[in-house]
């Protein structure tokens, strides 16, 4: 019921009341509309921009397409001429501020709202078109009003679109105040506890902490309308309290997705993502529907065996048995119990770590295979996989043990090696496991202790199931055949299933550095291969002292170098915007000096200046002056970009300017140093 007080004095506040400063009554609007054009004249199939432009009464304002409440956002009727169509509203950022439904949206002053217009390809020249907007809007201040005007635009059509500078301005300060697109974001939302939780990862260190969140979507609350915002080993979470009923007290459901504005130094559009379902069980199943689940993970697990980065580990096995297909059955028998225990023990510990982040933050915020949402991770995984696959192709030998990961049934340490088979199953088996078992694992971490690690334990049955079988009933490794000259074959044919794990992990690991930092990991692993090489070449029995020593140091050398070059990078301390002429514009007419980097992937020296030139020490002195980066991206042809060059004077890149409001630019040389940026940006 208080709601639907609210409700009704908002209703009531809708009421036209006179008020100092302009006339209230009849039809005539208090805020004054205009609609501009950013083209002078346009061109058949030519994209071009209007804006509706709204100067409102002081001390009166518009609302934001989430008002946060039962206000109306602007809105615009288009009439168009055939063959025209208008794209949506791009929304400028906000103001927050406190309503009667909590935070509300606002925008103060005269905002601007654009809109793109593709004008259709065949259009006669030499002739005029009209353009007819109906706009409606609601301005509110004590109280509130409803507003509206029909506006129209004529446009001559030419052979080529002309832009109208008079606009200019208009348009440059109308994108300055909308919020950027982010580049290389991993975004995802999930509930929690009735609320939603949206789940960022930048693609570099962000250069100062998000304030709040404002939504898109109606019966969501702002960040600060008791939700929160936290950073946790690189990932924020922003969590947002959902209004569930509405003003008549009837229930709201939660929508499909969240998009938004993330709130900070540099506003940022979050794109819509679909919220993931996932059903949160407070209480233990009915034993029926709990077999069904054990079932579930029980199959999966089995079929997790044929994914693309299990099956490398099976083939390394089944060379264990293959090897040892004569052996002593109690033998075989014990390695199969003991690679199953190590697959169970593997799936506890990463369970019971699963379990205690539930307990901590909740079982819609933290997934199965999170192990692999850590670079480090899928750094050690990577190399593993790329270092058992040249040993595997011939390029070194560490002898059948370590070919097969401890695979030698015989050996001293052949229960340790099948063990560890065990757990580097796992570790390798999880992130496999959503295609199959999504929905189980997803009713799962809602279960109860006991349930709980019970049917993750189902799932590490079914992972080691076959090699369990095999070691019970050897009879049916008599089947394989013998071991022969043929193995070095299957030996090296299966050493290529482990480049793909490789290079799968490559591309996981690339999505978590990003594709800039890639080169450092390919060159690091060429070095790894470079130190097997070198290994396997020289290091051997019958080698010299003095050369196998040699060999060694280099091995060691060349390897040390790899992994320094693989590692995970450090987050990136500048962030980059991409390039655009109107950015720039509007950066310059903010009072900001620019720094422009032209650059491309292919580009060597690109690359060089970007490892060595931006010391913490320039950094900071950019940060300092207030200097914003833009980074111009030539890795594939952008004719822009080359206007941009030969407006300079320069074609080849790479090339580094920076730009001062009222002063001439500043190119820098093409080979960076510390040095030179310290010196030219000490003069800003």
């Not at 005007?149 to 004529?154: A, D, G, M, R, S």
């Not at 450090?570 to 720094?595: F, H, I, K, M, N």
């Amino acid at each position: 019921m208080i709601r639907l007080s609210l409700y009704l004095f908002a209703l009531i506040a809708y009421v036209p009341t006179a008020q100092a400063g302009f006339e209230v009554g009849g039809n005539t609007p208090a805020t004054k509309a205009e609609l501009f054009s950013e083209a002078r004249a346009i061109a058949p199939g030519s994209t071009f921009t209007l804006a509706l432009k709204l100067d409102q009464p002081e001390g009166w304002h518009s609302y934001y397409k989430n008002s946060g409440g039962v206000e109306q956002s602007p809105a615009i009727q288009w009439k168009l001429p055939q063959g025209f169509s208008a794209g949506p509203i791009q929304w400028p950022v906000p103001a927050v501020k406190d309503g009667y439904f909590g935070k509300s949206f606002v925008y103060l002053g005269s905002p601007a709202f654009l809109v793109d217009i593709t004008a259709p390809a065949v259009l006669q020249t030499k002739e005029n078109v009209t353009l007819t907007a109906s706009a409606t809007w609601q301005i509110c201040s004590d109280l509130c009003r409803d507003e509206n005007q029909t506006l129209t635009l004529t446009l001559p059509v030419v052979a080529k679109l002309e832009k109208a500078p008079e606009n200019a301005n208009l348009f440059a300060n109308a994108r300055a105040s909308q919020p950027v697109m982010p580049t290389n974001w991993q975004i995802s939302a999930q509930p929690k506890d009735g609320d939603i939780l949206v789940r960022l990862v930048p693609s570099s260190a962000l250069e100062n902490d998000p304030t709040d969140f404002i939504p898109d979507q109606p019966f969501v609350q702002a960040a600060s309308d008791g939700g929160s915002i936290r950073h946790e080993d690189g990932v924020w979470l922003i969590r947002l309290k959902r209004v569930t009923k509405d003003a008549f007290d009837k229930p709201v459901a939660m929508g499909a997705s969240v998009s938004g504005i993330l709130l900070g130094k540099q506003p940022i559009r979050i794109q819509d993502t679909a919220i993931a379902a996932m059903e949160t069980i407070s209480q233990s199943l009915s034993f029926s529907r709990f077999l069904r689940i054990l079932g579930g993970m029980l199959l999966g697990g089995m079929i997790l065996n044929l994914m693309p980065c299990v099956f490398p580990v099976i083939g390394l096995k089944i060379m264990g048995f293959v090897n040892q297909s004569g052996s002593d059955r109690k033998k075989i028998a014990m390695h199969g119990l003991t690679f199953t225990l190590g697959v169970l023990v593997s799936f506890g510990v990463l369970s019971g770590i699963l379990f205690a982040a539930r307990s901590a933050a909740g079982a819609d915020s933290i997934g199965w295979g999170y192990q692999l949402q850590n670079p480090w991770v899928v750094f050690t995984l990577m190399l593993l996989m790329f270092v058992l696959a040249l040993n595997m192709f011939g390029v070194f030998e560490v002898g059948i043990g370590a070919t097969s990961i401890g695979g030698s049934l015989q050996s001293k340490h052949g229960l340790s090696g099948s063990f560890f088979s065990g757990v580097l199953a796992t570790v390798v088996a999880t992130p496999c496991s959503a295609p199959f078992l999504g929905p189980a694992i997803a009713v799962a971490i809602g279960l109860p202790a006991f349930q709980f690690f019970t049917a993750f334990g189902a799932m590490a049955v079914g992972l080691a199931l076959p090699y369990l079988v095999l070691s019970i009933f050897p009879g049916l490794v008599g089947f394989l055949p013998r071991p022969g000259v043929w193995m070095e074959s299957f030996k090296q044919g299966m050493s290529f299933l482990l480049f793909a794990a490789a290079g799968y992990l490559l591309w996981v690991y690339a999505g978590q550095i990003e594709g800039d930092n890639l080169l450092g990991p390919i060159f690091g692993l060429c070095c790894v291969a470079v130190a097997t090489w070198i290994h396997g070449r020289w290091n051997l029995p019958h080698r010299k002292r003095g050369t196998r020593t040699a060999a060694f140091v280099l091995a060691i050398l060349f390897a040390a170098t790899g992994v320094f070059l693989a590692k995970p990078p450090q987050p990136s301390a500048l962030v980059w915007e991409p390039w655009s002429e109107q950015r720039v514009t509007a950066l310059l007419d903010e009072g900001r000096p620019v720094y422009i980097d032209f650059t491309a992937k292919w580009c060597a020296t690109c690359q060089a200046n970007k490892l060595h030139a931006y010391t913490s020490e320039v950094v900071a002195l950019m940060k300092k002056k207030g200097v914003a980066t833009l980074k111009g991206d030539k890795t594939r042809p952008n004719p822009q970009i080359e206007a941009a060059l030969q407006k300079f004077g320069r074609s080849a890149i790479p090339v580094n300017i920076l730009l001062t409001p009222g002063k001439e630019p500043v190119i820098l040389p093409e080979l960076l140093t510390p040095g030179s940026l310290l010196e030219v940006l000490g003069k800003l």
